[in-house]
């Protein structure tokens, strides 16, 4: 198999950005930084009020490789998302948060990593979790591989991997295959719309995260909690914040009987096994919510029966 990091096809970088100046020089420093040089950094800039357009500007005089486009007005999130990805032209794309940060080797390490597989249509690297001050350590984020998976068992993998609780989309953030993410984008506005995309795509190739930690993400505001995800996003729609997996459920239902990858009968088992899992995973998080409501209680009935 050729190797694809000695060829010259051109990787996409899609920076959705909005009020981002402190982190975002160094967002585009450790990506200009990158070995593998033979890529196109479009940032979209949501008409934000601070220094952003000053920093991006500087930036893009100084790189041919900077495109750097201003909306005149806040468009969302999610269009910002998508709008990078309509304006890029490489046969692989990736999205990057204007405050996380990459190694030098990311990209090229991402791209070795298809060789291991002719039907990978997503590569990614292992991604740490810090606090957004970046002085702490949150947690590592193992990804997640199929490879030598069936479509059925990748879902599987998938959605077990996003309830694991040390799983934060890094890989959503990896190095797809342009003509596959097509397939399934415009992003929903919905809370968990990565989920959607990965599960998805899931059903149509294969993923590969290499054991490296070279992507580091800001973990701390919208990524804490549903409805702070929610309010960053623009979602107001209160069904949408919460029962983010109800709603995500009844989509993740509608991608399995909508692919071709898998026969009828597969559909339905693999349909009722991810309900089984919603209903799973539901009671689990309802129980620990009504433990953590009846701790201080259980407590002070303790204390009260063993203090006499």
Partial sequence: MNSINNSKQLV???????????????????????DYENFELIISDNDSHDRTQEICMEYAAQDKRVRYQRCKTNMGAFWNFNHVFELSTGE???????????????????????????NIILAGTFCEAFDPEGKKET???????????SPQER?????????????????????????????????????????LVLAELCLQGEFNTVKEKLVYKRYGGASTSHRNNARA?????????????????????RIIFRTSNLLLSEKIKLSFWSLWN????TCKLSAYRVLAFLKPWLKKIYFIRFNR
Avoid at 234 to 253: A, D, K, S
Wanted: aromatic content about 18%; glycine content about 8%.
């Fill in 139 to 149: 947690f590592i984020d193992p990804g997640l591989t199929t490879i030598g998976f």
């Fill in 12 to 34: 996409s970088i899609g920076l959705p950005v909005y009020n981002g100046e402190i982190f975002i020089r160094q967002a585009i420093d450790s990506l200009l930084a990158q």
């Fill in 92 to 118: 692989y794309f990736m999205w990057a948060s204007h405050d996380d940060y990459w190694e030098s080797s990311y990209i090229s390490t991402c791209l070795k990593a298809y060789e291991l597989s002719k």
């Fill in 233 to 253: 996003q623009g979602i107001n729609n209160e069904l949408l914040i919460q029962f983010p997996y109800f709603v995500r459920e009844i989509l993740l239902q």
């Fill in 155 to 195: 879902f599987k993998k998938y959605k077990t991997a996003i309830h694991a609780g040390r799983h934060i989309g890094g890989i959503f953030y990896g190095v797809y295959k342009y003509s596959f993410l097509s397939t399934v984008l415009p992003l929903k506005k919905i809370v968990a719309n990565d989920h």
């Fill in 278 to 281: 919603y209903s799973y995973v």
